[in-house]
């Protein structure tokens, strides 16, 4: 079949031409793409409404405390694919996933070997424990090391306002032989924000919002990449099919059992910046 009115998209790119380098080459391509889309969906009047509609309602679900396009493009596999194509982990480089909406900004600086817990969680203690190094395997001595993770009732300190604000998130350094270490409880699986566009579209589209057990971690040091990414526990159910792609084989953890305490090591590697 021939293409349905072929000049239309060139007539869009080509007023571009005095745009801004960069912006025209994203937005050419971005255009040839929706255009495509149109085209080989044979895409309806009420549909393409519908999408505007379904975008005004994501954009509206926004607030400080919710970001309801992270959560779409999460969903979608948008984050994974544009934290891929930033952060190739090479030899002796930890592979990434992605930020997620939970990361609170700046948090309380703790010693090495303090827990994370401001309340008591009923959950099985776990300890984390490694080292980071550069990619020639050198221990970096004062790396910042910012972990999070829910709690056992599956929610984050800033969604849950019956828990101390801090619960579960910390910042550390690395000591002197690039070694860090923190308290904390096994991590549970959970269900992404679902009241909203995006969880609608799980839903209808007839996938669950759930994240397989995690803890986040966002390492940086100067003269090194940042590296945000989390350790999954092996045995979760949803590793599979976790609800924003970001399982990666390399993170997944088995956690060695010392009586009742757990116990994670994992060194972790930076890239030069
Ligand atoms: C998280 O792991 O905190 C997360 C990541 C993406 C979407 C929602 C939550
Ligand atoms: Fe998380």
């Not at 306002?161 to 070694?179: K, M, N």
Request: proline share 5%.
């Amino acid at each position: 079949m021939d293409e349905v009115f072929p000049e239309l998209t060139e007539d869009v790119i080509a007023r571009m031409k005095n745009g801004e380098p960069r912006l025209r080459e994203v937005v050419t391509l971005l255009v040839r793409h929706l255009h495509a889309f149109a085209r080989e969906a044979s895409l309806t009047q009420d549909e393409w409404r519908a999408g505007i509609d379904f975008l005004t309602r994501t954009g509206q679900k926004c607030s400080e405390s919710r970001q309801e396009f992270i959560l779409l493009s999460d969903i979608l596999g948008v984050s994974m694919l544009v934290d891929a194509i930033a952060n190739q982990a090479g030899h002796g480089v930890t592979e990434s996933t992605v930020l997620g909406p939970f990361y609170a900004g700046p948090q309380r600086e703790l010693n090495k070997g303090d827990t994370i817990l401001l309340r008591e969680e009923n959950g099985a203690p776990l300890v984390m424990k490694g080292r980071i190094a550069n990619e020639s395997g050198v221990s970096i001595v004062g790396a910042k090391v910012e972990v999070w993770q829910t709690a056992i009732n599956q929610l984050y300190d800033v969604q849950d306002h019956d828990q101390p604000r801090g619960h579960l998130r910390a910042t550390f350094r690395t000591d002197e032989r690039g070694e860090y270490e923190f308290k904390t409880v096994l991590p549970v699986s959970y269900p992404i924000p679902s009241d909203g566009p995006a969880g609608q579209l799980l839903q209808r589209l007839g996938r669950h919002p759930f994240r397989p057990a995690h803890v986040h971690f966002m390492i940086s040091a100067p003269k090194y990449r940042t590296l945000v990414t989390h350790l999954f526990l092996a045995g979760d159910k949803y590793l599979e099919s976790d609800a924003v792609f970001g399982v990666k084989p390399s993170l997944i953890v088995r956690p060695e059992r010392n009586n009742h305490v757990h116990m994670v090591k994992y060194d972790f590697g930076l890239a030069w910046g």
